[in-house]
Structures are given as C-alpha cells and as structure tokens.
Nanobody
C-alpha cells in the first residue's frame, strides 16, 4: 500500500520560511518521482517542485524558482521542500504525490500524471 504523509505546514508571515516533509512508503524512489503540488481555493492544482532520484533531475515552477528547494533523503524515504521568502500568493494546501520520473526530466509536470497522493498540509502566508 502506498502512503504519502505530509507535515510541516503552518502559518507564517510574508518573508518567512517553512520546510515541508513528505514521508513515503510503498513506493521506490528509483521508480517514482516525488513532487509537491499546491491548490489554492478556486484554483487548479499546480505543480510546485518535483524530484526524480533515478537521474537527479528536479523541476521548479517559475513562481518558486530561487525561493524553494526540493531535496530527498532516500534512506529515510522522505522528500523535503524548503520554502524561503514566502509570499501571500504561496498560500495553499500543499500535496505530496508520486508519479512517473519522465515528467521531471521532460519538465512536463502535471497533476494528472501523478497516481499517488497524500492528504495535504495547509500553508498560510500572512501579509
């Protein structure tokens, strides 16, 4: 059974930082990319950042480049998203998901390609 459990969300002021964690079980990092997606009220779920351990490739949405950093600890089966210089527009529910590694290498990351999802963690950035 695949399980993805997110943690680390919360309320932070603009300019602050948070680190999200995604603890995975039932998936192998060699065969799956692990990504972070977010969904704000009334908006479509969008890809934020993804990592493929099979080739080391990473993907970042333009809106978070230079502010967010994704990393993985394969020994702990955990993927992290370090979020710095947070903005109010980063407010959303953040989801961890597992999907095909090719999406990261190709730079084509869309939620419909990802099969397994966590429950999400709320990130709220106040102005």
């Amino acid at each position: 059974e695949v399980q993805l459990v997110e943690s680390g969300g919360g309320l932070v002021q603009a300019g602050g930082s948070l680190r999200l964690s995604c603890a995975a079980s039932g998936v192998t990092f060699d065969d799956h990319a692990i990504g972070w997606f977010r969904q704000a009220p009334g908006k479509e779920r969008e890809a934020v950042s993804c990592i493929s351990s099979s080739d080391g490739s990473k993907y970042y949405a333009d809106s978070v480049k230079g502010r967010f950093t994704i990393s993985s600890d394969n020994a702990k089966s955990t993927v992290y998203l370090q979020m710095n210089s947070l903005k109010p527009e980063d407010t959303a529910v953040y989801y961890c998901a597992a999907g095909p590694p090719w999406t990261v290498a190709a730079g084509i990351v869309h939620f419909v390609e990802y099969d397994y999802w966590g429950q999400g963690t709320q990130v709220t950035v106040s102005s």
